[in-house]
């Protein structure tokens, strides 16, 4: 057994690997575990499924041609080298993400700021939580999220706002229930119907971008009933001038629940909650931060709990939850092109003193390019090189359509990636072959400063190697020989720790101090810890005067709908798919959760725009368009629609949310805004609709209107529609022996192929009949001969009809869990568990189930 820690969010579950085979693993929570204690989600309990080596990188490739490290990494440095001698360290770039290990992110952050002696290293999570940390800055001095997940265990109020946590930090929420069980309140700030919101004591589907104006409301609203500890702000905290004038302005009752379309009691019973509630914790995400006003809203929170002195005691604090598996361990090693290293800003001394560290011939001598000021000097032809590192800006971005285009123009791009092609790396010269998850070996942070190990649990594959060795061997490469002299994670480890305690009188917070006499043996045995204890509980904060800072917010007036433009545009997660889905797509217990990408429109919009549910429709910003499928959904605000971001140009045609948001940023974070963008929708007629099931690897693309494909056992599903001839879809069909059936009258047609014996693929297209349910289907591809039923879709006797599936552990469908609901007079959701299994292993559906209780067994009040 190995202890490891999860590949997905900042959660950061522990997880007890066994392996059982050559790529072969069986995964269980790891019980010790202080995040987890033996819990994960269904995306960590199905890490298994992601760790075979169908669609990995695994040699170092220069164009489309297999070259070996050598060659490829003397080619990474000359380019890099050259590109800087002709035209300045600041035509070259990096670009990181917060699922490089701290060790990779270190490496990379000291080339390019310490030796390259620019800061044009930004990370994908200036789309995810740089207004957190701008905000934080602002607020406390440093960067320190104050909050732990213990706090949760202690709150009596929990306050949720932008954060789907039920889906995106699953693990997370179970605590938060276990809290609400034990008699905790939950508010859930959301403009959509999360299946986090239904199962709060209260929603607020506030008008999206309204945040500020909500928080600065409840500051009022605590301050006039005499909740503001003026005794906390007198010791610890500046209030400026004008904060109190700026802050009453509108923050009436009346006019926050005008500005946030939410109704006055509701909003009453929220101010009224918090303000007789010392323990609150307020958890956020990407609602806040992915705004052209997140900084504003991320400090409107932070001043709530200032001024309320709800901060640096137990189960009283503002709490940025972080995405990624480090996104924490990236902001430790100062991997923004905002900071420079170990929590340390450009300010000279601090410069001097990294320089001085690293004993460096350089120092980025100013701020780099924030990521979307970075793709935009790319497209204006400025930055010459650029690398990419585990992220995939051509879909992550925003405007991608622009990203890719800069992408294509760029002399010269290389890419570290685990799989051999994504919509990013068709546009490098050089791609690389990085561990993945499994493989690699080093730390990450999570969300409440807990460091831990990932370990590998399988050899290196093909000629994979880590990301810091690929990054270290470049810098050596390009003539720094000593300075990236590493032969482990571990002595990287040390150095880090070692620059986080550097002339530190405890002006950082920010310390390792301990930890860099680790030897080998210790990392290697490390056991997870969490850094910095309870921040600012001596009410001292990391700014010149030791006190935190009220921050003057106020609510920037909502744009009215466009006319050309009239629907308002929000995007995030699904809860079975992570990002571009070049992992979780590979895990057929994944896929069917959510089987394409849905646009979710709310009834009235439907029916006034002429808008089916299931059929398809287009989605247009002035950035781009996209086809989505139409889900009519009562969560929806009226005028709003949300799409996810997890479908590629590897696995669909349409459904590509990354072409739709603009390029703007807040002022403060530079962090795009991409949860409002003005768009239209319009209905799509296509002629035909289908399906396709198919055996072995995956293959390209077919060309029709309308294509998404996720993994099924043995194979791929593929659905499909169109308006020409689906003749195209022939290219999807292996070779083999066909069995074929036509209907003119309603436009049908059925095929399958059999080779050796066996059901290779099965394609069934309709104009206006039915198709029949995929279930079975998908389960010929396993049988060990062909039905003679095949061609009609079903096996002989009564088929059960599963629906889609909710719970992905035990593959139960809503059918089925309906159907048991009301044959079996099932009440609770531990009855669904004890008569169907469902929600009793991972916990991710659980959420789902009490929403299908609740439809079931009262129809009348279903929510959509
Ligand atoms: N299943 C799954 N889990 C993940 C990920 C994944 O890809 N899949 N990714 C991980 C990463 S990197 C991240 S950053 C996190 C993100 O986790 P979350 O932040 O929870 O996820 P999102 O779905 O992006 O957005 C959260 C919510 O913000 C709401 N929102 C939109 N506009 C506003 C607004 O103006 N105000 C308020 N109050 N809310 C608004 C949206 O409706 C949405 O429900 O998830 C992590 N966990
Ligand atoms: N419209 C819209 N866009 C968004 C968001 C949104 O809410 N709406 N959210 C934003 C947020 S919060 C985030 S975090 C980003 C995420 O967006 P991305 O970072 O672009 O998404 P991923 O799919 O996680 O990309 C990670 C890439 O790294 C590869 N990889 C995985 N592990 C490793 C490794 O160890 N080494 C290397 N070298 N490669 C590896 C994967 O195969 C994959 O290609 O998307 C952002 N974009
Ligand atoms: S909550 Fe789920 S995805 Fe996140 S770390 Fe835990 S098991 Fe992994
Ligand atoms: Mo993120």
Known sequence: MIRTTCAYCGVGCGIAATVTGERQVRIQGDPDHPANRGKLCSKGTHLGETVGLEGRLLHPMIGKRRASWDKALDLVAKRFRDTIAQHGPDSVAFYVSGQLLTEDYYVANKLMKGFIGSANIDTNSRLCMSSAVAGHTRAFGEDIVPATYDDIDAADLIVLVGSNTAWCHPIVYQRIRARCDAGAKLVVIDPRRTETAEQADLHLAIRPGSDVALMNGALAWARAAGAVDEAFLAASVVVPEDFWATLENGSDLWSVAGTCDVAPADLRRFYEWFTATPRTVTLFSQGINQSTTGTDQVNAILNLHLATGRIGKPGAAPFSITGQPNAMGGREVGGLASTLAAHMDFAPENRARVQRFWASPAIAPKPGLKAVDLFRELGQGRIKALWIMATNPAVSMPDAGSVRDALAACPFVVVSDVVAQTDSSTHAHVRLPAAAWGEKDGTVTNSDRTV?????????????????????????????????????????????????????????????????????????????????????????????????????????????????????????????????????????????????????????????????????????????????????????????????????????????????????????????????????????????????????????????????????????????????????????????????????????????????????????????????????????????????????????????????????????????????????????????????????????????????????????????
């Not at 971001?645 to 990354?658: E, L, N, P, S, V």
């Not at 791929?716 to 020409?724: F, K």
């Open 452 to 864: 831990s190990r990932q370990r590998a649990l399988f050899p290196l594959p093909g000629e994979a190697k880590p990301d810091w060795w690929i990054v270290k061997e470049v810098g050596r490469r390009m003539g720094w020989k000593t300075a990236f002299a590493y032969d482990r994670a571990a002595e990287i480890w040390r150095e880090h720790c070692r620059l986080s305690a550097y002339e530190n009188d405890g002006a950082r917070l920010f310390t390792l101090s301990g930890l860099s006499s680790a030897g080998n043996a210790e990392y290697e045995a490390m056991e997870p810890f969490r850094w910095g204890g309870t921040p600012f509980a001596d009410g001292r904060f990391p700014t010149p005067d030791g006190r935190a800072r009220l921050v003057p917010v106020a609510q920037k007036p909502i744009s009215a709908p466009l006319r050309d433009w009239p629907m308002t545009l929000n995007t995030g997660r699904y809860r079975d798919q992570w990002h571009t889905m070049t992992r979780t797509g590979l895990a057929p217990k994944l896929a069917r959760h959510r089987e394409e990408p849905l646009v979710e429109v709310h009834p009235d919009d439907a029916a006034r725009l002429n808008l089916i549910d299931g059929a398809l429709a287009r989605v247009g910003t002035p950035q781009g368009d996209s086809l989505f499928r139409v889900s009519v959904s009562a969560g929806q605000r009226v005028g709003e629609l949300f799409v996810p971001i997890h479908w590629t140009d590897q696995t669909a045609r349409g459904g590509r949310a990354g072409l739709l948001p603009r390029p703007l940023t807040d002022p403060y974070s530079g962090q795009p805004g991409f949860k409002r963008t003005p768009a239209s929708i319009a209905p799509v007629a296509t002629r035909w609709r289908g399906f396709a099931i198919v055996a072995g690897a995956a293959t390209d693309l077919p060309d029709c209107l309308w294509a998404t494909r996720i993994a099924v056992p043995g194979g791929w599903l593929w659905e499909m529609a169109g308006d020409g001839d689906p003749v195209a879809l022939e290219t999807l069909l292996p070779k083999g022996q066909r069995i074929e059936a036509t209907d003119p009258a309603r436009g049908s047609r059925r095929v399958a192929v059999i080779a050796q014996d066996r059901l290779a693929a099965v394609l069934f297209v309709t104009e206006r009949g039915e198709l029949p349910s995929r279930d079975w289907l998908i389960a010929q591809l396993s049988a060990a001969e062909v039905a003679p039923t095949v061609l009609a879709g079903r096996g002989p006797g009564q088929q059960v009809e599963r629906g889609a599936i909710v719970c992905s552990c035990f593959d139960i469908g809503v059918r089925t869990i309906v159907t048991a609901i009301r044959d079996q007079h099932l009440a609770d959701v531990a009855a669904i568990g004890a008569a169907l299994g469902a929600g009793t292993n991972c916990g991710s559906c659980r959420p789902a189930l009490a929403r299908l209780l609740a439809e079931t067994l009262e129809p009348a009040h279903a929510h959509g």
